[in-house]
């Protein structure tokens, strides 16, 4: 099956990092690899000039590998956005679940954040009806078809995605 993963999606700026942020140190806690993927829709850089691994990526490499004692980061240039499957497939099979940010056009189980100052109406449950949405953290009440969360609850959301996805599984570091 692969390891499961679930989008935390949104309007801009509602507070999908905030979230998560909260989420990821309480699966820590539990003992869960945590991976993370973040969707952008704009262009961004981690690679910044006069730095080596800038030249080389300038230089044509089409793809580029940085690695250090602690962690490691690759630039790698292709024509168009891979797929989230593929992302996940291809670099996310050391973890125990995978936390995307984004990925709102995604098959991926979806929790939507919901700010009623930022959106009146659900991305899954407005115009569209959207079945992949498993969960909603909102900061008004809201009566769905799925569980609602405090947008505050992010040990009640980080308990929910441990007993639907990870509980069944037994972790390789366990």
Same mark, same amino acid.
């Given at each position: 099956m692969g390891v499961p993963a679930v989008s935390f999606v949104a309007t801009s700026g509602? *507070? +999908?990092t905030t979230l998560l942020e909260k989420v990821i140190p309480l699966l820590? !806690? &539990? *003992?869960? &690899? $945590?991976g993370v993927v973040k969707h952008d829709a704009h262009r961004f850089d981690i690679d910044h000039p006069g730095k080596d691994s800038h030249r080389l990526t300038v230089a044509g490499a089409d793809t580029m590998l940085i690695c250090s004692p602690e962690k490691l980061?690759? @630039? +790698? &240039?292709h024509g168009a956005a891979p797929s989230i499957r593929e992302l996940l497939a291809t670099y996310c099979t050391d $973890?125990?679940?995978v936390l995307t940010e984004g990925f709102k056009q995604s098959d991926l189980p979806k929790i939507e954040v919901n700010r009623r100052e930022r959106s009146e109406t659900l991305l899954c449950r407005g115009e569209v009806d959207d079945p992949t949405l498993i969960a909603v953290a909102s900061d008004r009440e809201l009566e769905l078809d799925v569980p609602c969360f405090p947008i505050d609850d992010a040990p009640g959301i980080a308990s929910? @995605? !441990? +007993? &639907?996805f990870l509980n069944p599984r037994h972790s390789h570091g366990k």
């Open positions: 509602t *507070g +999908k820590k !806690e &539990r *003992g869960w &690899r $945590v980061a690759l @630039i +790698k &240039r $973890v125990d679940i929910f @995605i !441990e +007993k &639907r």
